[in-house]
């Protein structure tokens, strides 16, 4: 019988150490967990895009050759100043975002001569970018939305040919 004792006093001292072992686990996997989903993004929106209208393209060069030089505003976006407006005029409602409490949204025209400039010249994303202040991927998720937007709010004055080769 005694054997039996120490046996079962044993086997409920190594029970213990594992139920406080496997907790101690537990713990430290619950820990890790947190950690990670406390982590924060250490950026939220880069500081020099940040300065997107004291800076960019849209605000100053654009604003700037269209009071003073219409010929190169035409040339950079192949538009002279009236088009861009009617054509900004068909658009807005359909690109136009609501701003957020976490950032405010890009606004028609931005989005607009961005499309345009990017029409006119192809220029890449990363050029796109650097000249107006627009991150690339915003661009890259803009865009198509953008050209849409232009084919509807002009498809009265687009004709495409029945003709089959």
Known sequence: MEQTDLLLQGVAVVADILIKEL?????????V??????KKRSIWTREWILRREKL?????????????????????????????DYLL??????????????RAALTAKIKLQIAMRYLATGDSFPSLESSFR???ST???????????????????????????
Not at 56 to 84: I, P
């Open 139 to 165: 661009i890259s998720k803009f865009l198509p939305e953008v050209l849409d937007a232009i084919y509807e709010g002009l498809e009265e004055y687009i004709k495409v040919s029945n003709k089959k080769s």
């Open 134 to 136: 627009v991150p690339k």
């Open 89 to 102: 005029q068909k658009v807005t409602t359909k690109i136009q975002r609501a701003d957020t409490v976490m």
């Open 33 to 38: 967990k947190r950690k990670k989903e406390r």
């Open 56 to 84: 960019g393209a849209s605000d100053n060069f654009l604003r700037e050759v269209r009071m003073e030089d219409k010929a190169t505003y035409k040339n950079h976006l192949r538009l002279n100043g009236e088009q861009f």
């Open 23 to 31: 907790n101690h686990i537990s713990k430290e996997t619950s820990n």
